[in-house]
């Protein structure tokens, strides 16, 4: 089955800890996305990245970094620097060029600072 | 710029009773619109999308939006609610692809309720 998956579904970070949350895809498609979704509220664009090797900032990219190896791969890095990491994220990916833009959604990870 | 405004941030219906899911939106250009559901600690999945093909757009789940440009409104209806409906529900708008940025905006949601 073709799909989106996201590791691990729940995590706990110690403040002052760095964690990398996986993103794998297996649509072949070559944009990916992590979003941040907070109680309440819509989803935040973190980072994207159209193409493997390139990857822009979002709306909300400060604390967090990326990178974009394989066309399968967009693993997400939160940093110690991003002062409330506390949220659910979420992992999609897309077709590029295709004017609908349709983004296919991973199930989510949920990180909690204790 | 663009923007998304889901009017409504509780919905309540009865089982068997229409739904009807209000959102509007901004756009500088013809956008392309989305409705997604979400459940519970779940990703998301697509319910339906405009294209700039038929302003009346047919999903799953027996759900239907329609475009409407001159109101800027692409509201999210279905005939009949059934107890599984209840979930999140996301109004988006995507960028026009040949600004180089494809990344959607969301609404900030609307939690349906089904009372049976």
């Known amino acids: 089955d073709g799909g989106i998956t996201q590791s691990p579904k729940y995590l706990f970070r110690k403040e002052g800890q760095n964690v990398t949350l996986s993103c794998e895809q297996n649509l072949n498609h070559d944009a990916m996305y992590w979003y941040r979704q907070d109680p309440g509220q819509g989803l935040r664009l973190i980072y994207y990245s159209q193409i493997v090797n390139d990857f822009q900032k979002g709306d909300i990219a400060e604390g967090y970094s990326v990178s974009r190896e394989k066309k399968e791969s967009f693993p997400l890095t939160v940093t110690s620097a991003q002062k409330n990491p506390t949220a659910f994220y979420l992992c999609?990916?897309?077709?590029?060029?295709?004017?609908?833009?349709?983004?296919?959604f991973g199930p989510g990870t949920r990180l909690t600072v204790l | 710029a663009q923007s998304v405004t889901q009017l409504d941030s509780h919905v309540s219906v009865s089982e068997g009773t229409p739904v009807l899911l209000r959102c509007n939106y901004s756009?500088?250009?013809?956008?392309?619109l989305f409705w997604y559901v979400q459940h519970p600690n779940k990703g998301l999945q697509l319910l339906l999308k405009y294209t700039s093909a038929a302003t009346l757009v047919k999903g799953i789940n027996g759900f239907e939006a329609e475009f409407k440009k001159s109101e800027t409104s692409f509201h999210l209806t279905k005939p009949s609610a059934h107890m599984s409906d209840a979930a999140e529900y996301f109004c988006?708008?995507?960028?026009?692809?040949?600004?180089?940025?494809?990344?959607?905006?969301f609404g900030s949601g609307t939690r349906l309720q089904v009372q049976p």
């Open positions: 988006v708008v995507s960028d026009r692809v040949d600004t180089g940025r494809r990344a959607l905006t």
């Open positions: 756009s500088s250009y013809s956008p392309s």
């Open positions: 999609a990916s897309s077709i590029t060029g295709t004017s609908g833009n349709e983004q296919f």
